[in-house]
């Protein structure tokens, strides 16, 4: 299994500390201390390898579908504004690959970062969350995806790292979040939403949509 690199600013300060606990162990008195900083440290250095896994997937191939951005549970699936696009809501628990995937191929137009609240993740209120937000343009006459990568609880860190002007490929990597988020997708008009609050989707693998005519 591939571990994402942003994995290491965790594992290896966690491995020292917990290395630093068996040490102190074998002093005199330190054993109780020791044991527990030791069984602490090297608890989070594993449960960090795990949360920053990066499973190998092959890119999707039909241009006429949209796939998942995120692993995760779909939250919602609403119009939420007036420009007929449909909001696509995906919650990633801890427990989740939280590597974000394009959902579909296309020329990045805008990426911005946009600051806000670390409501819990699964929560309506996280709409307000900070978030980074990029604007894909898929080419074809087809109208513009905009992908959300949005923070939680304790989610602070967000990584996007396509710039405008750079092409991406459909579920292709794109971004990274720590420690529990939420991915959204906006569909716009001449696409339609293929998945149900309550599914599990896999990023870059799920079908979540298809442009209209498509089939």
């Not at 579920?171 to 149900?196: E, H, N, W």
């Amino acid at each position: 299994m591939k571990i994402a690199p942003q994995a290491w600013r965790f594992v290896v300060p966690a491995a020292v500390i917990g290395a630093a606990g068996l040490w102190l162990c074998g002093r005199a008195g330190g054993a109780a201390a020791g044991g527990l900083i030791a069984a602490l440290a090297l608890s989070f250095a594993g449960f960090s390898l795990y949360f920053f896994r990066d499973p190998q997937r092959p890119l999707p191939t039909d241009a006429g579908k949209l796939y998942a951005p995120g692993d995760g549970t779909v939250l919602s699936v609403a119009r939420e504004g007036t420009d007929g696009t449909t909001t696509l809501r995906i919650f990633l628990s801890v427990f989740n690959v939280h590597v974000q995937r394009a959902p579909c191929a296309g020329a990045v137009v805008q990426v911005e970062k946009i600051d806000g609240s670390f409501r819990a993740a699964m929560k309506d209120e996280a709409k307000a969350n900070a978030r980074v937000v990029m604007t894909l343009d898929p080419g074809a006459g087809r109208g513009r995806v905009v992908v959300e990568q949005i923070a939680g609880l304790i989610a602070r860190v967000i990584e996007c790292w396509p710039k405008p002007g750079d092409a991406v490929a459909a579920g292709a990597r794109y971004g990274i979040i720590y420690f529990g988020s939420q991915a959204a997708v906006r569909l716009p008009a001449d696409a339609k939403c293929t998945v149900k609050p309550g599914d599990a989707v896999t990023a870059g693998v799920t079908e979540i949509g298809e442009w209209t005519g498509s089939r």
